[in-house]
Structures are given as C-alpha cells and as structure tokens.
C-alpha cells in the first residue's frame, strides 16, 4: 500500500516531534469500511504518524462500544486524544485530519503531550471562571487554509477548562450533518448547539460568546 506521507512531509514530521514531552494516545473509532469510506485511509494515516516517534500509540476501536460511549462518540471515522495518564481532555476529530487539518492534528499531539504555548493571564482567568458545560463543534473542509486556526483554539480551550469540549468536524464527510446545521461556510463554529460564529475568530471571540451563554 503506498503511503500518504511523503519522504519529505515525513521528515518534517519527525523533527516537529522531537518536541513532544509526554506520551499521547490515539483511540480512533471505525465501522465497517464498506459503510465508512475514509475509516481506512484514517487509520492508515493515524498509524503512518504513530510511527513516527515512540511518544505516540493508537487504538482502534469499534464505533459500536463502550469506549465510543465513554467518549461521547457518535460518527466514524472519529478519534480522540488521551494524555500519559491516559486522560480525556475533550479533544475530537471527527473525519480525517488531513489537507489544512493535519496541521490542527499534529498541534493537538504537541499540546496533548505538554508542548504547550500559554495564552495570556487575562484570558486563562476568564477561562478559569467557565463553570457550565460548553460544547464547540468547529465545521471545516480539508480545502479550508483557515480552519485548521479554529479547530486549534476549540481544542486549546477544552485542554485547559474540564467543562469544554472542541471537536473538529469535516463537513464533507459528515454531510447531512453540516446540513443539520446549515454550514455553508468554513470554518462553522457551534458553541452550545445554538450560538455561532463563522471564519477564524480570535479566541477573544469565543470567550465573548460562551460568557454570553
């Protein structure tokens, strides 16, 4: 089978994960490959990366389980990330983490294991006071030069308040779902079902909206 990461992609790769501080786990959920059409090509993705530094593992897993329960995953293909605890910090791709995505995927590998860029004081005490349940869905296409920007701030926030949780969704794969809720441009943020904010917003901005919630 041949690869889909390049020599050179693979070397960038590397040298980027030469970063990474602590383990991170992969637990990625497939169906059926007959009715899942990019759960193969995510797996082998996933499993390329892996091989790439011995900080990193994957787990598959079968969408129908109790894992996919524990997690709250519900669509295939779809992977969560755990720290060296083996902790769930609410961060979720839904779809495969390639194009413009596989720079918001290896972000959240880096900052899953610790390598992580501090945002302000000012906005880590806004943050902190966060205290209800806030779900961010960020809708993007592997075409979307701006997208993989949201997705990684929807993540940062979920790594840093236990009661956020930011998923990536790819609107193509999952289409009647971007249907569900009218995507019609990229990146689509969610926040609660209900509010939402379209294009790359400053991370201001996400905290304006849940605060306002």
Do not use: W
């Not at 969560?80 to 290896?106: C, M, Q, W």
């Not at 900052?111 to 005490?125: F, K, N, R, T």
């Amino acid at each position: 089978m041949e690869k889909m990461i390049t020599k050179d992609i693979e070397k960038q790769v590397k040298d980027l994960f030469k970063g990474l501080v602590n383990p991170v786990r992969i637990v990625l959920f497939t169906q059926d490959h007959a009715i899942c059409e990019t759960c193969e090509p995510t797996e082998q993705l996933l499993g390329e990366i892996v091989e790439l530094s011995d900080k990193l593992s994957l787990q598959i897993s079968p969408l129908e389980s109790d894992l996919a329960k524990k997690y709250d995953v519900t669509l295939a293909p779809a992977f969560v990330l755990l720290d060296h605890n083996g902790e769930y910090h609410r961060v979720k791709f839904n779809g495969i983490p390639a194009g413009h995505e596989f720079t918001s995927f290896l972000t959240a590998l880096m900052e899953m294991s610790g390598a992580v860029e501090d945002l302000p004081e000012a906005l880590l005490e806004r943050l902190a006071k966060i205290d209800k349940p806030i779900n961010i869905k960020v809708f993007v296409t592997l075409q979307c030069p701006h997208c993989p920007g949201a997705v990684q701030k929807a993540h940062k926030l979920a790594m840093l308040n236990k009661n956020i949780t930011g998923e990536m969704i790819e609107a193509q794969t999952f289409y009647e779902l971007s249907e569900s809720y009218r995507v019609s441009g990229v990146p689509k943020i969610i926040i609660n079902e209900t509010h939402e904010l379209v294009g790359n917003q400053p991370i201001e901005r996400f905290l304006d909206l849940i605060e306002s919630i």
